[in-house]
């Protein structure tokens, strides 16, 4: 798990006024708020005090409360009240880390990390957002899943297991086709896309396969952003096209949190919402019965202790960019905090602390960089 990305705290409509929200992810608990004027806040959850949790307090005068002994603290993260220390005195270091919002398409994000505006790396927006003629379903579905978040973006990223676990979807095509064609990965500086083109012609040579199963004009793809923003493009023509975003919380090493915007421009009338997203359920049940039984739980340290073949390139892709953001030492070392957790509470460090010291918990411990990293090339996607 790395800091310095942004990931999904909450849905828009579970950060309410007045009663705080808790969640976890990263392996650490954090607190989710929304001051009077409506603008939702992100702060770690421990209450630097004597370890409160501050999610199961209340929220009063645009400032999240401590249910232990009633130290408020605002959304800047500091602390603003003690109720038995006179407030010109309260020491510099009663703050607690807060983090970088945004709230876009119906969800709250937060950039978990201490890098400055200007180093982090971005949210993929959805481009598709609030454009003529397209549609999002009237809901953003939340799946909770018991599997390592990199396993489930690798799974998003992989065409080939279509066929298999979808059998509704996938196709013998696209088997045939790897065959014949690598994926053509276009990368750019935080993450990597393909899109494969079904030309208007018998894909199979051979002519095995009937006529019907010649498909015209499709296109399909997928991409990542960072080690857990995922999209997928399948388009059946130019006005019949999905767009789905994948924006993944790992709530610990075990388990992901999900949160998903599928776009559309074609069955744009509402009552179709719920259709799709019933189909759209079913299809992630499908990949979850999967994925909750991987062996190992996480990737494994080597490529060597799995075979890859070439229609993996995307995973392929994946893991060398997971490496290169381990390189710059951005990894949890989540050995070091199970060792240590029972006597020490640790928080994700927030750009907060380049600016001021004196934080009473400790960051995350990080794995050192492995080594010197390269920034990546500049190849613009274009449809293969
Ligand atoms: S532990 Fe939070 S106020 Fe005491
Ligand atoms: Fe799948």
Same mark, same amino acid.
């Given at each position: ?7 999904? +705290? ?20 954090l607190?989710?708020? &929304? ?44 602390c603003?009240?003690?109720? @038995? ?19 876009? %398409? ?5 950039? /978990? ?35 390592? %978040?990199?396993?489930?973006i690798?799974?998003?990223l ?13 196709? !013998? ?15 750019? &500086? ?41 999209i997928?493009?399948?388009?059946? =023509?130019?006005? =019949? ?5 994948f ?24 009552e ?6 019933k ?19 996480? @990737? !494994? ?5 799995? /075979? ?11 893991? $060398? ?6 390189d ?8 070091? +905090?199970?060792?240590? &957790? ?13 600016? =001021? ?21 500049? $190849? ?5």
């Amino acid at each position: 798990m790395y800091i310095n990305f942004w990931y999904p +705290i909450a849905l828009s409509e579970d950060v309410v006024k007045y009663e705080p929200h808790r969640t976890q992810v990263l392996g650490q608990q954090l607190v989710a708020f &929304r001051d009077s004027k409506g603008k939702a806040h992100v702060l770690s959850d421990v209450c630097i005090h004597r370890g409160g949790a501050l999610g199961k307090g209340w929220v009063r005068e645009d400032s999240v409360v401590c249910p232990y002994h009633g130290w408020q603290f605002g959304g800047d993260g500091k602390c603003n009240k003690i109720p @038995t220390v006179d407030v010109k005195k309260i020491p510099n270091r009663a703050k607690v880390d807060s983090y970088p919002v945004e709230e876009k %398409y119906g969800i709250v994000f937060a950039f /978990l990390g201490d890098l400055p505006e200007k180093q982090r790396p971005p949210l993929r927006p959805v481009d598709e957002w609030g454009k003529k003629g397209w549609r999002a379903n009237n809901k953003v579905v939340v799946f909770e899943v018991g599997a390592y %978040y990199e396993r489930s973006i690798e799974n998003g990223l992989d065409p080939s297991h279509n066929e298999f676990v979808h059998p509704a979807q996938g196709s !013998p095509i696209l088997q045939d086709m790897f065959k014949r064609k690598p994926l053509d990965m276009q990368d750019s &500086r935080w993450g990597s896309e393909f899109l494969v083109r079904f030309d208007n012609e018998r894909i199979n040579e051979d002519d095995i396969y009937d006529e019907a199963l010649t498909v015209p004009e499709v296109t399909a793809g997928s991409g990542f952003l960072g080690p857990n923003q995922m999209i997928t493009w399948i388009s059946f =023509s130019k006005d =019949s096209s999905f767009t789905q975003y994948f924006y993944e919380a790992p709530i610990d090493e075990t388990r992901t949190r999900i949160f998903f915007v599928n776009m559309r421009n074609f069955m744009r009338e509402p009552e179709n919402d719920g259709r799709l997203v019933k189909t759209n359920l079913i299809v992630a049940q499908e990949d979850i019965d999967i994925l909750e039984e991987l062996d190992p739980v996480g @990737t !494994p340290n080597s490529t060597a202790e799995e /075979l890859l073949v070439p229609s993996d390139a995307a995973v392929m892709s994946y893991r $060398k960019y997971l490496q290169a953001w381990r390189d710059k030492g951005w990894y949890i070392d989540t050995d070091t +905090i199970r060792k240590e &957790r029972h006597n020490r509470a640790f928080a994700i460090p927030s750009p907060g602390r380049r600016k =001021s010291k004196g934080w009473v918990l400790h960051s995350v411990p990080l794995l050192p960089p492995t080594r010197k990293s390269k920034s990546k090339g500049k $190849k613009k996607r274009k449809a293969a």
